[in-house]
């Protein structure tokens, strides 16, 4: 992206769908964050992309009614279009959203329902925002001080175009309470702690029964991280 002149980026990411829309979200729904994009990258040369679909291996059958707009979108050697999936899997499990998170300025997931790839993104330190097809009010996200969740991709794009110009710098920022509820140690050591709750698991889980293994290795959990075991934590 770099060699090819671009100073910003966005990281994408889709909810996969499927490709009959009768009882739940369908590809021609999904292809439309896709399509707008794309024309973006078209006509702003400094734009680049990076989007990591849900499901990749599914891919080619969710764009193929715009595909002539995606050959027209790649061939500018702005857009880095993840199709690997795994093994067996339409996914893509060996890249993180957070590994193309973090080479972008900012991030778009186009779904509340299950946001799990905007957290993910947020989480590596980069602005995210959530783009809301179907007006999944309960969301704790809608309770942000700031706009963080949008309903029409043109006022997204007119927020996103401000934060680029820092006339915007509140763009994508999430309020603290709700770091909070997602990880209140903040301290990007999350791996050491599933690590050491399997760990414990493993060793104790031929000695005991189920409850008692998972009593014993909580009150554990919460010397090992310091915490009190009598205050509740997330």
Known sequence: LIKNKVKKTI???????????MFGPGYLQSVEGYKFLFEKILRYEWLGLIIKPKK??????????IKVLLKKALA?????????NSEMHVKNFENPPCQFAMAADISI???????????????????TVFLDRFNFKPSRFYKNNHLIVYN???????????????????????????????????DDEADKRLAFITQKI???????????VLSKVVKEYYKFCDLNYNKKIN
């Open 152 to 186: 029409d991709w043109e006022v997204l794009w007119s927020d996103a175009l401000k934060f680029f110009d820092g006339l915007y710098p509140k763009f994508g920022k999430w309020d603290q309470n709700i770091l909070d509820e997602i990880d209140n140690f903040n």
């Open 11 to 21: 990281a994408f990411f889709d909810q996969g769908e499927v490709s009959d829309d």
């Open 56 to 65: 990749p291996g599914l891919l080619n059958l969710k764009l193929n009614s």
């Open 109 to 127: 997931h186009d779904t509340m329902v299950s946001g799990t790839a905007g957290i993910e993104a947020y989480l590596a330190n980069k602005r």
């Open 202 to 212: 493993f060793e104790n889980i031929s000695n005991f029964d189920k409850s008692s």
């Open 76 to 84: 500018t050697n702005r857009l880095i279009l993840i199709t690997d």
